[in-house]
């Protein structure tokens, strides 16, 4: 019996360490690096890519909140000086840590200056999807140059 007890614990011990081995192999990875860096390294809570696009995308509006932990960007209402009777004001929410394009949502609001006051008016689906291209586009763009790098 003592002999029994003693081969008990290396023998867990080499059951140990060759189960180990067997889940490090099975953790193969697709992402590429520049992925891995935006999504575990940096600070923000969302993917950087995704982020740093959508912000350069809205830059033309001043910023209510950007809140890189939640994923959240909401500018104040913008008037295009060319057309002062029309505002917009848009929310931006990143979903998720990597680069796919159900990890963003778009909204936006528009109003209209009728007699002084401002009034809500329909946003057209292509404004919004079109915000939704450029921020995917320039975030590949972003992507692309982190892994050339």
């Known amino acids: 019996m003592t ?5 008990r614990r290396p ?26 860096a935006a999504a575990q390294v940096s600070t923000i809570g969302v993917n ?7 912000l350069e995308a809205v830059s033309f509006a001043p910023l209510l909140q950007a809140d890189s932990n939640g994923g959240v960007i909401v500018t ?7 057309n002062p009777g029309e505002r917009v004001k848009m929310t931006i929410a990143i ?29 057209q689906a292509a404004t919004v999807q079109k915000l939704e291209d450029i921020i995917l586009t320039k975030a590949r763009e972003l992507r692309r140059q982190a892994i050339a790098d």
């Open 3 to 7: 002999a029994f007890r003693n081969l």
């Open 11 to 36: 023998a867990a011990i080499a059951l140990l360490g060759v189960a180990s081995i067997g889940l490090a192999a099975c953790g193969g990875n697709s992402r590429p690096r520049a992925d891995l």
């Open 48 to 54: 950087s890519y995704l982020w740093r696009a959508s």
């Open 76 to 82: 104040d209402w913008y008037a295009n000086p060319s």
């Open 95 to 123: 979903l998720d840590t990597d680069l796919r394009a159900d990890a963003l949502r778009v909204a936006a609001n528009r109003q209209v200056n009728q007699d002084g006051s401002w009034v809500d008016a329909p946003v």
